[in-house]
């Protein structure tokens, strides 16, 4: 069974760099398709970022949320079987609690999640 932990985040003032970690254990990373969402008191889940597993597109093409584009990262590590999110000139809109989560080869069904890490950012 997969399971998904978290590690990183914190507080940070605007402007600086944050990296989360999603490591996995139980499979291997490269089967599923995997995301970053993230959710702020009073709102909506957000979907951050989506990487494909390695059997939909081998190029491993990601996909950002517009109000991430340009600013974060999401990359895997199929060796470390871990998963992460490179957060670069943070805003206090991305003050959120952040989650990885997991889906079988496509990105249609997020079933496995990670325990969550809160990232906040100052002004």
């Known amino acids: 069974q997969l399971q998904l932990v978290q590690s990183g985040g914190g507080s940070v003032q605007a402007g600086g760099s944050l990296r989360l970690s999603c490591a996995a254990s139980?499979?291997?990373?490269?089967?599923?398709?995997m995301g970053w969402f993230r959710q702020a008191p009073g709102k909506e889940r957000e979907d951050v970022a989506r990487?494909?597993?390695?059997?939909?597109?081998?190029?491993?093409?990601?996909t950002y949320a517009n109000s991430v584009k340009g600013r974060f990262t999401i990359s895997r590590d199929n060796a470390k079987n871990t998963l992460y999110l490179l957060m670069n000139n943070l805003e206090p809109g991305d003050t959120a609690m952040y989650y990885c989560?997991?889906?079988?080869?496509?990105?249609?069904?997020?079933?496995?999640w990670g325990q969550g890490t809160q990232v906040t950012v100052s002004s």
């Open positions: 139980g499979y291997s990373l490269s089967l599923y398709c």
């Open positions: 990487i494909p597993s390695d059997d939909y597109d081998e190029y491993n093409t990601p």
């Open positions: 989560a997991a889906s079988w080869v496509t990105c249609t069904n997020f079933s496995v």
